[in-house]
């Protein structure tokens, strides 16, 4: 099986969906590919991350298209599109951005079945997440516990090519609006990937790997750094459940919940900042639903509750690194 980068994967299924389905399009700004400076060349960069290269020479412009910088505006076209039969894919660049776009996210797009007489709206919005690459307060946040707050959409965030092409494919074809967020630092990241068409449905985490002493849930990048942890940890004899959601909306609460009453212990891993946010709210979840298999108190990794500082050094203070994630495994062991 060919190894991709989860970039390659990405691009891979919006051809393969633009090919299959004629109603699919994709719009955003610079999706286009960009001018290709001063050779006045379309799709010279394919986006500002290389994510939607060689669409427009493919699918023409009346199905890539090119907008103003304006996010609200992207979403509300996108919207609309959705509404009148069309499978729109929309791009949002930075997820920081999606606050100017909330009214069309919360207010519209996620009722629009429930107000409008069970109304289709399938519609998907990709998005950046993540610090890593000093890009500062306004680029650098991960907004999945507040987009999974949102009664009504679907949040999707893979931490590998394999999952994000299937589970991308799964997106476009599903008939609610879908909120897919990519870590830039995993755009190079590679893996096995299929050439061909599969899916992977919603709500269906993966166990990355199995043991009989703590469960950890970790999402995103995340899931890499806390592979490494437990991995080392298995070498000491301390063997860990290691699930990936890959959904945080819906999530898979019984594969976490039956690794819990397994193990008796939970460690959350997570970018989100920790107030009502993923971690606290997979925390409540076992809690409320597996208290008496607890051995342990729930422990949680995430970034302090500030903004994502610009510094580098200062950056890597604030995400969770393979120290804090072991360390928080021992702790829960030794309780």
């Known amino acids: 099986m060919p190894k991709k980068s989860m970039r390659e994967a990405i691009n891979e299924a919006l051809h393969l969906e633009m090919a299959r389905d004629p109603s699919v399009i994709v719009l955003g700004e610079d999706v286009s590919g960009g001018a290709g400076g001063t050779s006045g060349q379309r799709d010279a960069a394919g986006g500002v991350f290389g994510l939607t290269k060689g669409l427009l020479p493919k699918f023409g412009e009346h199905r890539v298209i090119d907008t103003p910088i304006s996010e609200s505006a992207i979403i509300g076209a996108a919207n609309g599109a959705a509404l009148a039969g069309l499978r729109p894919v929309a791009e949002i660049m930075f ?11 919360l207010n519209q797009a996620a009722k629009f079945r429930y107000m409008f007489n069970g109304a289709k709206a399938p519609l998907v919005v990709r998005m950046t997440v993540g610090a890593g690459r000093s890009a500062a307060a306004q680029h650098s946040q991960s907004m999945h516990a507040l987009l999974s707050a949102i009664p009504g959409i679907k949040v999707v965030m893979p931490s590998n090519a394999y999952d994000a092409k299937g589970l991308l494919l799964q997106a476009i074809r599903d008939d609610d609006p879908v909120i897919f967020l990519e870590h830039k630092m995993l755009y190079n990241d590679t893996c096995e990937v299929p050439d061909g068409d599969y899916t992977i449905p919603f709500g269906e985490g993966v ?55 397994e193990t008796g212990r939970l460690v959350v891993v997570d970018e989100a900042p920790p107030r009502c946010g993923f971690a606290a709210d997979v925390a409540a979840l076992v809690a409320r639903e597996a208290f008496a298999s607890l051995r342990a108190p729930v422990a949680t990794v995430t970034p302090p509750h500030t903004p994502v500082p610009f510094a580098p050094e200062l950056e890597r203070e604030y995400l969770p690194d393979a120290a804090r994630v072991e360390r928080a495994i021992r702790s829960v062991l030794a309780h």
């Open 95 to 105: 997820s920081d951005f999606i606050g100017v776009c909330f009214d069309q996210i």
């Open 207 to 261: 166990l990355v790997r199995e043991g009989e002493h703590v469960t950890v849930v970790a999402t995103g990048q995340l899931v890499k750094l806390a592979t490494g942890v437990v991995d080392r940890l298995a070498a000491e004899g301390v063997r860990c459940d290691l699930i990936d959601p890959r959904t945080t909306s819906p999530l898979d609460e019984e594969l976490i919940l039956e690794s819990v009453r």
